[in-house]
């Protein structure tokens, strides 16, 4: 039996950033709707790409969390995402950048995976979302009452996950930095940056200091790292380098074995995990509570 096979294992995160009191309870149950559209593919046999996207769907459509409905604003108040979904079987990747109004970025990036393009930013995204059929919307319908209030800090969502076949798969999605010059686009739709998958090593997703973490190429040190000294110091060595450039952040992993690893250095990282071996599962703020 190749390594993989026969088990499953998930991963969700709805960002490294500081939680306050009264959205604890939001991030915990957001998480843990997610971790369940995911489990429920994985255990039914499906596909590591269909669990990450149905994952990070929920996690778009919940306004707790930095991603589709609820994202952030940018100094011109308007919302500008990006999504990225990637296979560990063949490399294929499906990424968009400042997309605007669509409600699940993650599945227009899933829709440009058989594309020759990995990467569609600005109104093309748009018109590549309108073409495929995925599912449009007015950019208003995006915005919460508390994005207009107040710029809060907010962070990407992501998740990671094995199949029963043994692949993996990894999916980003977020709404941007708070108050952001229009257009910009850091680590979440960059490959080798904000996410990577590769069925020989493992698949991992980041959150944090954008521009730093695409600076640093943090994803590919991870994938590096993880096969001599496993899922959750590898990301902890790079990710210890952000503080250094002003920045903070969190990542989950999963190698190829299913092992599932975890970090941060921001003040609070939700987080959810469950596997073929803990098929229950459990959610986490941050390494305090694990």
């Not at 495929?132 to 907010?154: F, I, N």
């Amino acid at each position: 039996m190749m390594p993989g096979q026969g088990r499953w294992a998930l991963a969700v995160h709805g960002g490294a950033k500081l939680i306050a009191p009264d959205a604890r309870e939001g991030n915990r149950r957001g998480c843990l709707a997610a971790l369940a559209a995911g489990r429920t593919v994985l255990t039914r046999g499906g596909s590591a790409i269909d669990a990450v996207e149905a994952a990070v769907r929920i996690l778009e459509a919940d306004p707790t969390f930095n991603a589709g409905k609820g994202s952030a604003l940018t100094g011109e108040g308007e919302i500008e995402m990006c999504a990225a979904i990637m296979s560990g079987v063949d490399l294929a990747v499906g990424a968009v950048g400042v997309i605007k109004a669509v409600r699940h970025p993650i599945s227009v990036a899933r829709l440009l995976m058989p594309e020759d393009e990995i990467l569609v930013a600005g109104p093309g995204a748009r018109r590549f979302a309108a073409e495929k059929g995925a599912e449009l919307c007015d950019p208003e319908e995006l915005v919460v009452e508390k994005q207009r209030r107040e710029l809060a800090e907010h962070d990407t969502v992501g998740a990671v996950a094995l199949d029963t076949a043994g692949n993996l798969a990894a999916a980003t999605s977020t709404g941007g930095l708070p108050g952001a010059k229009p257009g910009r686009m850091a680590d979440s739709a960059l490959p080798g940056c904000g996410y990577y998958a590769d069925n020989a090593i493992g698949a991992l997703a980041l959150s944090g200091k954008g521009e730093a973490i695409a600076r640093l190429a943090i994803s590919s040190e991870v994938i590096r790292l993880m096969p001599e000294i496993g899922p959750e110091a590898a990301l902890e060595r790079p990710l210890s380098k952000l503080p250094h450039l002003g920045g903070d952040g969190g990542g989950i992993a999963i190698r190829k074995d299913g092992a599932i690893g975890w970090w941060h250095n921001s003040p609070h990282f939700a987080v959810a995990t469950a596997s073929a071996a803990q098929p229950a599962g459990r959610v986490w703020l941050n390494k305090d509570e694990a």
